[in-house]
């Protein structure tokens, strides 16, 4: 099993910054794929960024230019650090991950087996 803790939400205005991290316990492997989806109230869950266990990285459209997804092996950690924060960027944010090689995007939220309990993101106009 993996524990998957988020921390660093929080109330920001416009044009802010908060760095989001995710804190992995228990069994994991060199194969994991580290993901960031958000749900804002009133929609679907959508994906954020992923880094795969190879290091590359992808991102929403929507974030790109403005968030940057990273980990740290060795903690057995990622982050998500988000700048030039709108309003629309409100919402809770996931940490999600799964473990495998294979080599497909890491952007659909049914690739991913665990999750963490979410934190708050709310940027103010």
């Known amino acids: 099993q993996v524990q998957l803790v988020e921390s660093g939400g929080g109330l920001v205005q416009a044009g802010g910054s908060l760095r989001l991290s995710c804190a992995a316990s228990?069994?994991?492997?060199?194969?994991?794929?580290m993901g960031w989806f958000r749900q804002a109230p009133g929609k679907e869950r959508e994906f954020v960024a992923a880094?795969?266990?190879?290091?590359?990285?992808y991102y929403a459209d929507s974030v790109k230019g403005r968030f940057t997804v990273s980990r740290d092996n060795n903690k057995k950690a990622a982050y998500l650090q988000m700048n030039s924060l709108k309003p629309e960027d409100t919402a809770v944010y996931y940490c999600?991950?799964?473990?495998?090689?294979?080599?497909?995007?890491?952007?659909?939220?049914?690739?991913?087996?665990?999750w963490g309990q979410g934190t708050q993101v709310t940027v103010s106009s």
């Open positions: 228990g069994r994991t492997s060199s194969y994991s794929n």
């Open positions: 999600a991950a799964y473990f495998s090689s294979r080599l497909v995007a890491p952007t659909t939220s049914d690739l991913y087996d665990y």
């Open positions: 880094v795969r266990w190879s290091g590359s990285t």
